[in-house]
């Protein structure tokens, strides 16, 4: 079993940063990919940008595209989420994923584990 653990949430002004971590522990794994989805009141939840955990490769929602980073660290077995330039519409929990074999990675379905997620409140 594998445990992913969110991390650096909080309130903060519109045009701040915050940078997000997500532990994961338990059984050694090497997901196909790691991503972090957000869900803010009355929403679905959407998918914000997720990593390969072999090669790095990147993938962005539009609307956060030039503003969060997605990164990890494979020893630590942690990714990050920087953001910065931040808007009241990010606000939202946080949810980090792990997805374990190759799939449409932009859609909740494709992952097996799940954080507890993490709440982000951008003031106006």
């Known amino acids: 079993q594998v445990q992913l653990v969110e991390s650096g949430g909080g309130l903060v002004q519109a045009g701040g940063s915050l940078r997000l971590s997500c532990a994961a522990s338990?059984?050694?794994?090497?997901?196909?990919?790691m991503a972090w989805f957000r869900q803010a009141p009355g929403k679905e939840r959407e998918f914000v940008a997720r990593?390969?955990?072999?090669?790095?490769?990147?993938y962005y929602t539009d609307s956060v595209k030039g503003r969060f980073t997605i990164s990890r660290d494979n020893a630590k077995m942690m990714v990050y989420l920087q953001m910065n330039s931040l808007r009241p519409e990010d606000t939202a929990v946080y949810y980090c994923?792990?997805?374990?074999?190759?799939?449409?990675?932009?859609?909740?379905?494709?992952?097996?584990?799940w954080g507890q997620g993490t709440q982000v409140t951008v003031s106006s």
């Open positions: 994923a792990a997805a374990l074999v190759s799939g449409p990675t932009v859609l909740a379905a494709s992952y097996d584990y």
């Open positions: 338990g059984r050694t794994f090497s997901p196909y990919a």
């Open positions: 990593i390969r955990w072999s090669g790095g490769s990147t």
